[in-house]
């Protein structure tokens, strides 16, 4: 499904996203290398498994940009003018590779933009979560939509 334009939406439209993904050691190595992000816990696999976790962490801000990532197609895929947020991002429980995670948004706030006519602002929840029901990542994101009228 494409996104959806400003007056299309609802405060509480809920979607399931249909998207999931395993997370890979493969995913977890190029995005931690990537971002220039050399934390042992996402990297050494003997300093993990010397944590309290007993093994590899997957990089958070990957599972941040999946759980965003996951959302497009069903939310703004074509309409998008500007992201223009993110706020209240947690991550109550860790992801470890092997890890099945899906993601669910709902609009959480509505309104039209005061200076660009025919655009309007959705503020969305979105929320990832693993193969056990445990929140992983949640975050509100506030993106600016052309309007379909």
Known sequence: MAGRHF???????????DLRRTVTETDNLLFSTMTHNPQPL????EAAKASEFGRILVNGTFTFALMVGVSVGDTTLGTLVANLGYDKVVMPHP???GDTLRGETEVVELRPSRSRPGQGIVTFRHRMLNQRDQVVCEALRSALLKSRG
């Not at 996402?42 to 696999?45: F, K, N």
């Open 7 to 17: 007056d299309e939406w609802q405060v509480g439209d809920r979607i399931v996203h």
């Open 42 to 45: 996402h990297l050494d696999a």
């Open 95 to 97: 992801v470890f590779i």
